[in-house]
C-alpha cells in the first residue's frame, strides 16, 4: 500500500508539472480528489490492513495528498501568472457590436419615479440632504436632543470621525429623511411644498424583515391653513393611486417627537379589503407610513414663525408598501444584486 | 407595558367588552404590540407617555376613552404618622429632587400569595418574595420604582445619595463588579455604596431569608443621569424605563403608602420615615384656543365638546374668553407642554379616523431648479434601455472586497464607522464599480452567462465627503468586454472626452494592464472604462473577464 501511495504521488506530482492550462489542473484535481479520484478511492483499502501497516500507511496518505493539493494549488498559480503575464501582448481594441439585452430599473427606482410624478402633480419638489449628517439636523432641531428616551427609536450609525466639531455634533449616518426638514425651511422661505426620497441608515441586524439600509420617502409642506385633514388627503392621494382606488385610509395617534400631533398611517388590507387575513393579523388595516403637523419648535427651528404657517411631514415605508404590493418576501433581495429577483420588474 | 387585564378590571368598571377596548386603543391611545388573554401590551418604544407605564395610570386612559367609571378615587391620602426620622443626605438635590426611605420592621421573607404571582406574571414580572414583590407591585399599580435594602447591612441606618468617586466599585445584584465613574449617581452608606441609583441596587444590600428590618426606598432621580449610567453599563430595567420617562411627586407619595400598608398586612411595622425634598407636583397651565384647535385639526368643535374631551382625560379648564380656555393640566401628563399637545387631545378623544380629507389650500410655490434629479433619471432611463439591468448594493465595503482589493492596507481612505453593526459595515464604499464585482459573481454562480448590470448611488471618502456614481459591470462572455462597454457609454452622449494616459501603479493593482481608458469632462478626470485584472477576478472565484465603468456625477448634477 505504501508503495501504491508512493507510485500515485509521482506519477502525478510530474503530471501536475506538465500541465500547463487551468483546464489541465482541474482535470488533474479530479482525477485525484473527485468523488472517484485516486486519492479519494484509496481508504477503501485500508480495511484489509493489518494495525501495524495502518499506523505507516494513514501518515503517507495524509502526506501525500496534502503534497499533491499543494503541488497543484501551486501549479494554478504559476498558470494564471503566465497568463497575467500575457495580459502585456492584448491591446485595447474597442470596436464590439452591443448585445442585445432587456434591461431592467430596480423596483425602487420604479416606484420613486411613480411617487415624484405623482407628488409633481400637486406642486411638490425634489430635495436632497446628505447621507453623512450631523447629530444637529438628524436629532437636536427635530426635538430629539441628548438622552431623551426617544433616541431609542433609532439605532443610529455614527461614524469615526477623527476631527469632529463639537457645535454640530457627531457626525452619523443620517437614521430618516428628516433630516431634511430643518434645512428645506433655512434654504427656502414658505410656503415649500417639498419631497425627499433617498436612503437612509439603522444599527440593525439583517433579517428578512430588517434591513441596515433602506430608502424612505417624506413630504414637508409649510403653507397657511393647514390641518389634519390636509394631512388625510395627502394620505388618500398617495395610497388609493398606489394601491388601488378601493383603499381606504385612516389615520391613528402615534408619537414621533418632532410633530404634534402625530400621526400613524393605516390603509385597509390590500389582501383581504378590510375584512381581516392573515398579512394584516385579523385587524382589516396595515399600518403603511408616519406623519403629523410638524411641531412649532421645530418650524422655530427652521426660521419660520408657527402662529403664521403649519408644516405637514408625512412618510409612507416604501419598501414595505412594494413587498406588499410585489408579494415580496424578503426585505434583503433589494439590495443583494439577485438578477432573478431583480428581472420581474419592468 | 403589559397590562394585565384582571388587575385593569379591577380598576376600572369597563363599560365595553376587553375586545372592544382592544380595538379602541391604537385608535385612542397607542398601538399594542400583542394581545392575549391575560394581558395587553403597549407598545411604548420611544412613546412619551410615562403615565402609561403603570395601572392607574392605563386606568384612567381607558376610562376616558371608554367613558368609563373608576372604581379607585384618585384622592391620596396620606397617613404615614408622626415617626422618628431616619438619617438621609442627599448632595444635590437637581439630582434627586425627592427621595423618601421608610424603616419596617418585624417582616419575614417568604413567597408572595398566589393573587400576588398572577398579577406579576401576567404583567411579564417574576415573583422573587414578599418584600421583593411589594415594590414591583406598586411599581406596575403607580408606575413608581422602589428599592428595599436590609437596614442590617447598611451601617449607621445612615443613607447618603452622591456622585460616585474616582475609583469606586460596586458589586450589583446581578453579581457583576461595576466599576463607577464621577457621573454615576450612588446611594451610600457612611462607609459604601449599596445601591446605583435608579439602575440597579448593590449585592451587599440585598433581601435574603434571614432580613427582617428593611429600608423602603421610594425616589425621583434625574432621567439623564441615569440613561447615562445605565446605557454605559448595559443596564437596562422595567424601573429604568420609568425613572427615565419621568415620575411625579404625587404617585411616589400614592405607591410609598400603598406599599407600607401591604408590609404592615404582612406584620411589619413602620418605624422610621424620612422624605427629603418638596412633594408637590407643579401644576402646568396651557393657554387653549377653539380657533385654533379646529383649525389644525380640520374640523368644527364646539367650546363643550372640548371641554368635554379634555376633562374626561382629568384636565381642568377656565374659560378665558369666547375663544380661549385656560387648562390645567392633571399632575400625571408630564408630556403636555404646549398648545398642540392640547390640540392632540383633543384630536385623538374626537377620533383621528373621523377627520375628513381637505383638499390642499393655496397655491403650489415657484418651480426650484431640478436639473440634478432629471439626470439621474435619464441616465437609468438610458441605461436601461441599453439593455442593463439596475442592481442597488449596500453602502459598505464587504470584508471580501476589503481584502482582495487590498483596502485593509489603506483603511486611511475609507471612511469608518465608530459603531458598525459587523465588519461587514465597518467601511463605507469608496467607489461603486467594486461591489458590482460581487454582484456578478453572485449571479455567476446562479448560472448567468451574461451579466450587464449599474449602479446610480453614493459613493463617500474622508472625513465625510460623498457623491453620486454611475457604476457598471459587463461579462458577456468574451475575451474582450471593454469594447462592448465602450460602446455601451458612448451611447449615453455625456459628453465626455476620452484620455488616453496609461494606467499608473496604484491601478494596476486592479486593472488590466493595457485595456484602460480614462474620461475628462470639461477638462477634468471624471472615470474611465477598463477591464478588471483577472488577478482579481480569480479571488472572487469569477472565471471571466469582466468590464467595469465609473463616473463621477458630480459635474453633471
Redesign the interface.
Known amino acids: 500500500m505504501e508503495e501504491k501511495i508512493a507510485q500515485i504521488e509521482k506519477e502525478y506530482l510530474s503530471k501536475i508539472a506538465e500541465a500547463s492550462t487551468l483546464e489541465a489542473l482541474d482535470g488533474l484535481f479530479l482525477a485525484l480528489l473527485g468523488r472517484s479520484g485516486v486519492i479519494t478511492a484509496l481508504p477503501a483499502g485500508f480495511r484489509d490492513l493489518e494495525a501495524e501497516e495502518l499506523k505507516r500507511v494513514g501518515p503517507a496518505f495524509n502526506q501525500t495528498k496534502k503534497v499533491l493539493e499543494k503541488a497543484i494549488e501551486e501549479r494554478r498559480q504559476q498558470v494564471r501568472e503566465a497568463i497575467y503575464a500575457k495580459l502585456a501582448d492584448e491591446t485595447l481594441d474597442l470596436e464590439a457590436p452591443i448585445k442585445e439585452r432587456k434591461g431592467h430599473m430596480h423596483p425602487l427606482t420604479l416606484f420613486e419615479q411613480e411617487i415624484v410624478k405623482l407628488f409633481s402633480k400637486i406642486g411638490f419638489q425634489q430635495f436632497a440632504a446628505p447621507q453623512i449628517d450631523t447629530d444637529y439636523y438628524n436629532f437636536e432641531v427635530l426635538n430629539i436632543p441628548q438622552g431623551h428616551p426617544a433616541r431609542d427609536l433609532w439605532d443610529t450609525l455614527y461614524i469615526d470621525d477623527k476631527n469632529p466639531k463639537p457645535e454640530n455634533g457627531k457626525l452619523l449616518m443620517r437614521t430618516h429623511t428628516s433630516n431634511a426638514q430643518v434645512r428645506i425651511m433655512e434654504e427656502h422661505k414658505a410656503p415649500v411644498r417639498m419631497m425627499v426620497l433617498d436612503r437612509c441608515f439603522r444599527y440593525e441586524n439583517l433579517d428578512a424583515r430588517h434591513e441596515h439600509t433602506f430608502d424612505q420617502f417624506e413630504l414637508v409642506y409649510v403653507d397657511r391653513g393647514l390641518s389634519m385633514a390636509t394631512l388625510q388627503y395627502l394620505s388618500e392621494y398617495f395610497l388609493k393611486s398606489v394601491l388601488g382606488e378601493d383603499t381606504e385610509v385612516r389615520m391613528r395617534p402615534k408619537y414621533y417627537p418632532f410633530v404634534e400631533p402625530g400621526v400613524g398611517i393605516d390603509g385597509t388590507c390590500i389582501f383581504c379589503k378590510g375584512s381581516g387575513c392573515k398579512v394584516c393579523g385579523g385587524l382589516g388595516w396595515l399600518e403603511l407610513g408616519g406623519a403629523g403637523m410638524i411641531h412649532p419648535q421645530v418650524l422655530k427651528n427652521g426660521g419660520i414663525d408657527p402662529e403664521e404657517y403649519q408644516g405637514i411631514a408625512w412618510g409612507p415605508g416604501l419598501e414595505r408598501i412594494l413587498m406588499l404590493k410585489h408579494g415580496i418576501q424578503d426585505l434583503r433581495l433589494f439590495r443583494n444584486g439577485d438578477l432573478k429577483f431583480l428581472e420581474q420588474f419592468r | 407595558m403589559k397590562v394585565s387585564t384582571d388587575w385593569l378590571l379591577q380598576l376600572v368598571d369597563l363599560k365595553c367588552s376587553v375586545e372592544e377596548l382592544v380595538e379602541l386603543l391604537?385608535?385612542?391611545?397607542?398601538?399594542t404590540k400583542e394581545v392575549t388573554d391575560r394581558f395587553i401590551e403597549l407598545d411604548m418604544?420611544?412613546?412619551?407617555?410615562a403615565d402609561l407605564l403603570s395601572m392607574r395610570g392605563v386606568a384612567l386612559e381607558v376610562a376616558a376613552i371608554t367613558d368609563s367609571q373608576l372604581y379607585t378615587s384618585e384622592v391620596y391620602a396620606q397617613n404615614l404618622g408622626d415617626l422618628p426620622k431616619l438619617k438621609v443626605e442627599v448632595e444635590d438635590d437637581q439630582l434627586t429632587p425627592l427621595y423618601c426611605l421608610a424603616k419596617i420592621e418585624g417582616l419575614k421573607v417568604g413567597p408572595s400569595d398566589p393573587e400576588w404571582v398572577t398579577k406579576l406574571t401576567d404583567c411579564g414580572v417574576r415573583t422573587v418574595n414578599t418584600v421583593a414583590d411589594v415594590t414591583n407591585l406598586m411599581m406596575l399599580e403607580y408606575g413608581q420604582p422602589m428599592h428595599a435594602f436590609d437596614a442590617q447591612t447598611v451601617t449607621d441606618e445612615t443613607i447618603i445619595v452622591r456622585l460616585a468617586h474616582q475609583g469606586e466599585e460596586l458589586e450589583t445584584l446581578d453579581g457583576k463588579k461595576r466599576h463607577l465613574e464621577p457621573t454615576d449617581l450612588l446611594i451610600a452608606d457612611p462607609s459604601k455604596p449599596v445601591g446605583l441609583a435608579g439602575v440597579m441596587g448593590g449585592k451587599n444590600s440585598e433581601i435574603t431569608d434571614q432580613t427582617t428590618t428593611i429600608l423602603l426606598e421610594a425616589a425621583i432621580f434625574d432621567?439623564?443621569a441615569l440613561?447615562?449610567t445605565g446605557s454605559r453599563l448595559g443596564l437596562t430595567s422595567e424601573a429604568s424605563k420609568r425613572f427615565?420617562?419621568g415620575l411625579t411627586k404625587t404617585r411616589l407619595l400614592q405607591a410609598l403608602d400603598a406599599a407600607i400598608k401591604m408590609y404592615q398586612q404582612l406584620g411589619g411595622k413602620l418605624t422610621a420615615l424620612s422624605i427629603v425634598g418638596d412633594t408637590t407636583d407643579e401644576i402646568k397651565k396651557v393657554e387653549l384656543s377653539l380657533t385654533k384647535t379646529n383649525?389644525?385639526?380640520?374640523?368644527t368643535l364646539s367650546p363643550e365638546q372640548v371641554q368635554q374631551y379634555l376633562e374626561k382625560l382629568h384636565f381642568e379648564l377656565e374659560h378665558l374668553d369666547q375663544d380661549r380656555f385656560l387648562v390645567h393640566v392633571p399632575y400625571f401628563r408630564l408630556d403636555i407642554e404646549?398648545e398642540?399637545?392640547l390640540?392632540?387631545e383633543v384630536?385623538?378623544m374626537y377620533g383621528?379616523?373621523k377627520?375628513?380629507?381637505?383638499?390642499?389650500?393655496?397655491?403650489?410655490?415657484a418651480?426650484?431648479d431640478?436639473k440634478?434629479?432629471g439626470v439621474i433619471?435619464d441616465l437609468?432611463?438610458k441605461?436601461?434601455?441599453?439593455?442593463?439591468?439596475?442592481?442597488?448594493?449596500?453602502?459598505y465595503f464587504s470584508t471580501a472586497i476589503l481584502t482582495n482589493f487590498g483596502w485593509d492596507k489603506h483603511p486611511e481612505a475609507l471612511?469608518?464607522?465608530?459603531?458598525?453593526?459587523s465588519a461587514e459595515?465597518e467601511y463605507l464604499r469608496q467607489n461603486g464599480w467594486q461591489n458590482?464585482i460581487?454582484?456578478v459573481d453572485?449571479?455567476m454562480r446562479?448560472g448567468?452567462e451574461?451579466?450587464?448590470?449599474f449602479e446610480i448611488?453614493?459613493v463617500?471618502s474622508?472625513?465625510?465627503e460623498?457623491h453620486y456614481t454611475l457604476a457598471v459591470a459587463l461579462m458577456?462572455g468574451?475575451d474582450?468586454p471593454?469594447?462592448?462597454l465602450?460602446?455601451?457609454l458612448r451611447?449615453l452622449n455625456l459628453d465626455l472626452t476620452e484620455n488616453k494616459r496609461a494606467v499608473n501603479d496604484f491601478e494596476a493593482g486592479f486593472l488590466?494592464?493595457?485595456?484602460?481608458?480614462f474620461y475628462d469632462y470639461k477638462g477634468k478626470q471624471v472615470g474611465g472604462v477598463a477591464e478588471v485584472?483577472?488577478?482579481i477576478l480569480?479571488k472572487f472565484g469569477i472565471?471571466k473577464r469582466v468590464a467595469i465603468a465609473e463616473i463621477d456625477l458630480r459635474p453633471f448634477v
Request: hydrophobic share 30%; aromatic share 6%; no cysteine.
Open positions: 391604537p385608535l385612542r391611545t397607542i398601538g418604544k420611544g412613546y412619551n407617555r432621567p439623564k440613561r447615562k427615565q420617562h383649525n389644525l385639526i380640520g374640523v404646549i398642540e399637545d390640540i392632540e384630536a385623538r383621528y379616523e377627520i375628513p380629507a381637505k383638499e390642499l389650500p393655496g397655491q403650489a410655490p418651480a426650484i431640478q440634478k434629479f433619471t437609468k432611463h441605461l436601461v434601455k441599453a439593455g442593463l439591468t439596475e442592481v442597488q448594493t449596500y453602502p471612511v469608518k464607522l465608530a459603531n458598525p453593526i459595515t458590482l460581487e454582484v453572485k449571479n446562479q448567468y451574461d451579466i450587464a448590470v448611488n453614493k463617500y474622508p472625513p465625510a460623498e458577456n468574451s474582450n471593454v469594447a462592448e465602450y460602446q455601451i451611447g488590466h494592464p493595457n485595456r484602460a481608458l485584472h483577472p488577478r480569480d472565471g
